[in-house]
Every structure is written in structure tokens, then in C-alpha cells.
């Protein structure tokens, strides 16, 4: 069974700090999305990335695929309130019929 | 662009009784997903759509659960008779095709979903 495991599981921080987010597996992924839940809504995708070593920036986030493409991070500066929300990674392997594996989520409170 | 529409937002019904959810999704997506939201974890696939025939429902419960894509655009998600483990968002995706396999996976995108809970 191919299993994404997101870390932390919670994560509550002040308005102005800086946070790392994890998603890791013991598969190899052609393809790895991260997305943001808000409650009551259905997932946005933020960012695909493709390529081992590969780094996205949108904004304040920073993604980064992991050079074996077994592992990703998601790198939040100065964190602010519209922030928060449930951020969950998803990912494609070559013979999953396009089928997204997902992760169980971090939940992210940013406290003003 | 109008996004993926779900109806209705929430429902609670008693264990043992019957419930149908709605999707239309983005017009001209060809592929649509449904799938299952348990509080605390990920969403899990139930089904998959190309067009109005199914891709993949590996994971549907068939006993209980049955989906049709009539005419290959809306859905509707069918849970009969449910239990409380039923209790869950379901969530309605579109995308405009399937991902390139092994290269990259076209954007899915989510309905806000339908909050069930069964007492």
C-alpha cells in the first residue's frame, strides 16, 4: 500500500513566524501536488511539482520536491492568519491510472 | 468560470435510511471524481469518470454505495442503506482530461462538498 505521511499532524503559530511542513513516502512519485482546505470547502491545488530537487515559490510559500522524489516540504515566511487552513499533499505514481494518493493533512492555525 | 457545484451542503439522515448527492461539474470537464473525507484524514477516491463511463471504483463500496455520470456531465452519488461510518464530506472534483501518466496529473477541481452525518 503506497501511504503519504504528513507532519505535523497540527501545527498552531503566531502571525510573523516561519514553518515547515512535511510530506513524506517510501515510494517513488512521478508527480507531487500540495493543496489548501478551508472549512467547509473542497481542496485548492497550490502548486505541482514534477522534477526531483525541483523548488516552487508562490509568494511567501516555498515547495520543494525531494532530489529521490520520496519527499516533499512546504516552507510558509512570515506566516499571517489567511494562512490557516488544512494543507494536504497528493501524489502520482506512473502506474496509478491518474489516480492522487493523499495525505492526511496539516492543520495550520496562524493566531494573529 | 462557474466552479464545480454540489448540492446539498449538508444532510443528516438516521442509519439504515437512503441519500443521493448532486455534482455538475466545470462544463466541458470530461473527468470527474468523487470522493470520501473522513474528519482528520485525506480525501479517499470512490470513483472516477471519463466521460460517462467509470475509470476506476476499486474503492466504492458496492454494496451500498452506486454513482452514475448520465450523459457524461452531471453526477449523483448514491448511499444505500447508510451506515454511521458513512459519516463524511463528499467531495465532487472535475478536471479537463487525465494527467499525462507518469508525467503529471491535469488539475483537479473540488466542489465544496457535501457534509454528511449519520446518527
Known amino acids: 500500500t503506497q501511504l503519504l505521511e504528513q507532519s505535523p499532524q497540527f501545527l498552531s503559530i503566531q502571525e510573523g513566524e516561519n514553518l515547515t511542513v512535511y510530506c513524506n513516502s517510501s515510494?517513488?512519485?512521478?508527480?507531487l501536488q500540495w493543496y489548501r482546505q478551508e472549512p467547509g470547502e473542497g481542496p485548492v491545488l497550490l502548486v505541482t511539482v514534477v522534477t526531483g530537487g525541483e523548488v516552487k515559490k508562490l509568494k511567501r510559500l516555498t515547495f520543494q520536491f525531494g532530489d529521490a522524489r520520496k519527499d516533499s516540504s512546504l516552507h510558509i515566511t512570515a506566516a499571517q492568519p489567511g494562512d490557516t487552513g488544512l494543507y494536504l499533499c497528493a501524489a502520482l505514481t506512473v502506474d496509478s491510472n491518474y489516480q492522487l494518493i493523499w495525505g492526511a493533512g496539516t492543520k495550520l492555525i496562524i493566531k494573529p | 468560470e462557474a466552479g464545480v457545484a454540489q448540492s446539498p451542503r449538508y444532510k443528516i439522515i438516521e442509519k439504515r435510511q437512503s441519500v443521493a448527492f448532486w455534482c455538475n461539474p466545470i462544463s466541458g470537464h470530461a473527468t470527474l471524481y468523487w470522493y470520501q473525507q473522513i474528519l482528520g484524514q485525506g480525501p479517499k477516491l470512490l470513483i472516477q469518470?471519463?466521460?460517462?463511463?467509470?475509470?476506476?471504483d476499486s474503492q466504492l463500496p458496492k454494496d451500498r454505495f452506486s454513482a452514475e455520470r448520465l450523459k457524461g456531465v452531471d453526477s449523483t452519488l448514491k448511499i444505500q442503506p447508510a451506515k454511521l461510518e458513512d459519516s463524511a464530506v463528499y467531495l465532487c472534483?472535475?478536471?479537463?482530461?487525465?494527467?499525462?501518466?507518469?508525467?503529471?496529473?491535469?488539475?483537479?477541481?473540488f466542489g465544496p462538498g457535501t457534509r454528511l452525518t449519520v446518527l
Open positions: 469518470f471519463q466521460n460517462n463511463g467509470v475509470v476506476d
Open positions: 515510494s517513488v512519485f512521478s508527480s
Open positions: 472534483a472535475s478536471s479537463l482530461r487525465p494527467g499525462l501518466a507518469g508525467v503529471s496529473t491535469d488539475t483537479q477541481y
